[in-house]
């Protein structure tokens, strides 16, 4: 089983998934895996979890001394 991400629905679900293969204009040709959502039935990709690949969207990261917010009682 592996972890997908439906943008639709946005939920993840778990599923077994299929690899499917394609040509990118950039890197030539590619696979990834994609399921079907077992609610809205889309094809939905892999999900990937935001880990720090995003340096420029520290929102979901309340860290205190941005705009001092969460430490001040
Ligand atoms: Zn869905």
Not at 10 to 38: L, M, N, T, W
Not at 49 to 57: G, I, N, T
Request: charged share 25%; aromatic share 10%; hydrophobic share 20%.
């Amino acid at each position: 089983m592996m972890k997908f991400y439906c943008n639709t629905c946005r939920k993840e679900f778990d599923a077994q998934g299929r690899k499917e293969e394609f040509i990118s204009p950039v890197y030539g040709p590619c696979s990834h895996y994609v399921a079907d959502c077992p609610d809205c039935g889309r094809e939905s990709s892999e999900y990937r979890a935001p880990k720090a690949s995003r340096p420029e969207q520290a929102q979901e990261v309340p860290s205190c001394g941005m705009g001092g917010c969460c430490c001040g009682m």
